[in-house]
């Protein structure tokens, strides 16, 4: 099992210029998530889904849309960049069956920079 | 809302115990998490506490006082490879779809020194 893996790894883009983020897991897990992850402070959710097709806002949701049209797969869209976005972004997901815990698992970062 | 607090850093000297402190204030609790993120990686996951009491996993402890809205993460035998990062997280309240929301503390980053 690969577990939760993102693409790409890194990325520098332009302002204004838009992209998608990848993330895809292998466990069969029902909750996915993107985060962000800037130094002093911590990770903080942008979107999260319940489950194939349903999508939230987390605690920083502007500038991001994201999309789940598959199950195994969570995307993370910047539609027009901007240097506030630069940062380290992390998906994760967790089994709903382990409601008791709940354990995120998460992916290795996509490092963005937004010139 | 959730609010968590922790050292920023610590230095602890290998062979040692080290004790991480997280106090937080939510307005609904249903777990609280520890994690470890080595500089450039992803966080993973250490332990996970929803009773009092403390929780025991090797040379990791993690423990839990709901009433005092406290928890601790306790390192024994302190490795070099220790040095990190170690996230407080908790889990609370009904988000849509009966999603509890997890909220992350800002992490203790930990350098275990000779």
């Known amino acids: 099992n690969a577990g939760v893996t993102q693409t790409p790894k890194f990325r520098v883009l332009k302002t204004g210029q838009s992209m998608t983020l990848l993330c895809a897991q292998d466990?069969?897990?029902?909750?996915m998530y993107w985060y962000r992850q800037d130094p002093g402070m911590g990770l903080r959710l942008i979107h999260y889904?319940?489950?194939?097709?349903?999508?939230a806002k987390g605690e920083v949701p502007d500038g991001y849309n994201v999309s789940r049209l598959k199950k195994q797969n969570f995307l993370l869209g910047l539609e027009s960049a901007a240097p506030s976005q630069t940062s380290v972004y992390f998906c994760?997901?967790?089994?709903?069956?382990?409601?008791?815990?709940?354990?995120?698992?998460f992916g290795p970062g996509t490092r963005l920079t937004v010139l | 809302g959730q609010n968590i607090d922790q050292p920023t850093e610590m230095t602890a000297t290998e062979g040692a115990i080290v004790q991480i402190n997280c106090t937080y204030q939510?307005?609904?609790?249903?777990?609280l998490f520890w994690y470890q993120q080595h500089a450039g990686e992803a966080p993973t996951f250490l332990s996970y506490?929803?009773?009092?009491g403390l929780e025991e996993k090797g040379r990791f402890s993690s423990f839990l006082s709901r009433s005092k809205g406290y928890s601790y993460l306790l390192l024994k035998e302190l490795q070099m490879k220790d040095s990190a990062s170690y996230l407080c997280?908790?889990?609370?309240?009904?988000?849509?779809?009966?999603?509890?929301?997890?909220?992350f503390g800002t992490g203790t980053k930990l350098q275990v020194i000779p």
């Open positions: 939510t307005s609904g609790f249903n777990g």
């Open positions: 506490n929803v009773l009092d």
């Open positions: 889904s319940v489950g194939e097709g349903t999508t």
């Open positions: 994760a997901s967790s089994s709903r069956l382990a409601e008791s815990t709940d354990t995120q698992y």
């Open positions: 997280a908790v889990r609370g309240g009904l988000n849509s779809g009966g999603y509890q929301k997890v909220t």
């Open positions: 466990m069969n897990h029902e909750y």
